[in-house]
């Protein structure tokens, strides 16, 4: 009688499974789409409570009690979003959308004199900017036409999603120590204090991340529009929010921000075109080589190269959501490959011995 050949068995079984898992891909992802958008919001609000969290205990450590100091917080932040909807919104607005609408069409006139001058055809580009330009202001477009509250409001699967996430928000933060507590018990319970060490390693690596990249988003956005402004550049205002939004984007942000500023003055005035040259050639620099590392100085070095793929990748794969999330990812993984550097090490020679042998 033959043997059983029970790994062959094994592995048409597993094929079987991967063509089953294939072939009603369109059940198991709207499933898991659907669990992927009830979690969110809870997932956002932990997130928002985790960097939150430092504030907190801040406060109290400067003798305000716990509840007091959530309340101060919360007031605070709904006061700012206040402020930005009814204050600031209706007027930045209205001055965001005629900016935007003027930068597209400055660009394309720059577009159109390059194709004249040097014989070029520049239809295609030209007419893929015009799209772009006709999607953003046409939704910024709305906003001023309708307001932006009333924008807002008539979304109401926005409006619930928002609220959601700041019960969430609001929970978690109250109950952040008792959670971490939990955590640490269960770790505590593996009797492994290297796995304890590495959860304390990396719960630091990220919060001097959150720290250091909010006040240097902050800094890059107030620095932008303040100079642009100085300078006489009609778009500052644009330009500070993009250079804000930039920091997402190691590198090629400010590469991107001094272009369109250049182009944008190009068609202005030739004294402006000068200016925010200067402006693209010396800044990025001044925040590469002074700004960036005196700030991120205790944070966790990223390399320049793997900074720029991260951001890569996690565009490809998930959009903006994944430019945001990029960097505290790959400082997750470096944290982990640094701190099991060893082990690693050790793993990949005895891998290589099994191999040999």
């Known amino acids: 009688m033959k043997k059983i050949n029970f790994k062959l068995i094994n592995t048409l079984l597993l094929l079987l499974i991967i063509f089953l898992v294939w072939i009603m891909r369109g059940l198991w992802l709207g499933v898991v789409s659907r669990i992927c958008a009830i979690i969110l919001p809870f997932l956002i609000g932990f997130v928002l409570a985790y960097i939150l969290n430092p504030l907190l205990k801040f406060l109290i450590r400067k003798g305000i009690p716990k509840k007091i100091a959530l309340s101060i917080i919360f007031v605070s932040i709904l006061l700012f979003i206040t402020i930005f909807l009814w204050v600031l919104i209706p007027s930045i607005l209205p001055m965001m959308f005629n900016q935007t609408q003027a930068l597209f069409v400055t660009i394309n006139d720059f577009i159109r004199d390059i194709s004249v001058k040097f014989d070029l055809n520049l239809m295609g580009l030209s007419k893929s900017i015009e799209m772009i330009a006709t999607d953003i202001t046409g939704d910024l477009s709305k906003m001023v036409s309708q307001g932006f509250i009333n924008f807002i409001s008539s979304s109401l699967n926005f409006v619930a999603h928002l609220l959601i996430v700041i019960i969430a928000t609001i929970y978690f933060l109250f109950d952040m120590d008792n959670i971490r507590d939990r955590f640490e018990k269960f770790l505590k319970r593996l009797k492994n204090k290297k796995t ?72 202005i005035s030739p004294q402006l075109l000068i200016f925010s040259v200067i402006v693209a050639l010396i800044f990025p620099n001044i925040d590469g080589y002074f700004t960036a590392p005196k700030i991120y100085a205790k944070s966790n070095k990223v390399p320049a190269l793997l900074s720029v793929f991260a951001v890569f990748a996690g565009g490809m794969i998930a959009g903006f959501i994944g430019i945001v999330i990029a960097l505290p990812v790959t400082i997750i993984i470096l944290t982990t490959l640094r701190f099991y550097d060893e082990e690693i090490d050790s793993g990949i020679e005895h891998l290589k011995k099994k191999i040999d042998d």
């Open 196 to 267: 304890f060490k590495y959860f304390e390693t990396l719960d630091d690596a990220i919060h001097k991340y959150i720290n250091a990249f909010c006040l240097f988003a902050l800094i890059i956005f107030i620095e932008y529009t303040l100079v642009f402004y100085i300078i006489g550049h009609p778009y500052f205002l644009l330009l500070g929010i993009l250079a804000g939004f930039g920091t997402f984007i190691p590198y090629f942000g400010g590469i991107i921000l001094g272009i369109i500023a250049i182009i944008t003055a190009s068609v």
